[in-house]
């Protein structure tokens, strides 16, 4: 008898403004891999777009975020895409939003099995956090994340890194002490098929009036056009804000769903 794989959900967080084909293909990459394991098998993926209060520079609203990543993930029979982190009045910690759709994942595992999780004949799924190798280059940024995230997002959760490019993701790990403790539960993927397609690019493009096609799916294309996204005025949208992590951070952490 074969050994049983541990189901997994896979979770991107984002602006996606706008979402692209590299932002779908991440996933793929992703569900190949682990599957290459021989470990887990991967039952789903999750899109979440961060919320308007993020205030970075150029982003849309969620609404329009939200919309054209549906478009775009139409054809996918397992990637989603959910709303819970754009609907909330403030930007959310990465963390959080893990722990929230950990607790929906494994309540409805828990619904639809009757298992607590504790019956070794039936694994309980994990959730990990997918994510490009320029994410961890973020843990450097002082005052970007509080060092109990970092410990519980890779200690409990777990990463799934697509590197692109030259981005040198094992170093990024070896100069923290956190990654490097918990280095086996990141999971790093090489892309060989380069695309460097960039969400920046995109709209750069769009308010210069070039061509995107190819870049982002033709229904993402469309919607932006009708809705007159992307223009100089969108991108000078939150110029002079500061990201929203910065300055929450250095307020009092988010211990809990409940804070």
């Known amino acids: 008898m074969g050994l049983q794989r541990i189901p997994l959900v896979l979770l991107a967080c984002g602006s996606f403004n706008p979402i692209t084909n590299q932002h779908m293909r991440l996933f793929e990459l992703a569900r190949d891999h682990m599957h290459g394991t021989g470990q887990y098998q991967v039952v789903g993926g999750i899109v979440s ?3 308007d209060g993020y205030g970075k520079q150029g982003l849309v609203q969620s609404k ?9 993930l139409q054809t996918s029979n397992w990637v989603t895409v959910d709303d819970w982190e754009s609907r909330q009045p403030d ?12 607790g929906r994942i494994q309540k409805e595992y828990q619904q639809r099995t009757g298992s607590d999780g504790n019956t070794p004949s039936i694994l309980s799924p994990q959730l990990k956090l997918l994510c490009g190798a320029d994410f961890l280059d973020t843990f450097e940024i002082p005052g970007m994340w509080l060092d109990e995230h970092v410990e519980e997002l890779v200690g409990r959760f ?15 790990i070896h100069e923290s ?19 460097e397609t960039s969400a920046t690019e995109v709209r750069r493009a769009l308010r210069r009036g070039l061509s995107v096609k190819y870049l982002i799916p033709d229904a993402v294309i469309e919607y932006i056009h009708q809705h007159q996204l992307y223009t100089e005025d969108s991108e000078r949208r939150n110029k002079d804000a500061v990201l929203r992590p910065l300055a929450k951070q250095a307020q009092q ?7």
């Open 91 to 102: 930007w959310t910690e990465t963390v959080v939003t893990l722990r929230h759709h950990y």
């Open 253 to 259: 952490p988010v211990e809990s769903l409940d804070d």
């Open 64 to 72: 329009h975020r939200i919309a054209m990543a549906k478009l775009a």
């Open 158 to 172: 777990g990463l799934v890194c697509v590197s692109r490019g030259g981005l040198q993701p094992e170093r990024a």
């Open 49 to 51: 777009p961060v919320s």
């Open 177 to 195: 002490d956190i990654l490097s403790r918990h280095k086996r539960n990141i999971f790093l993927v090489r892309e060989w098929v380069r695309n």
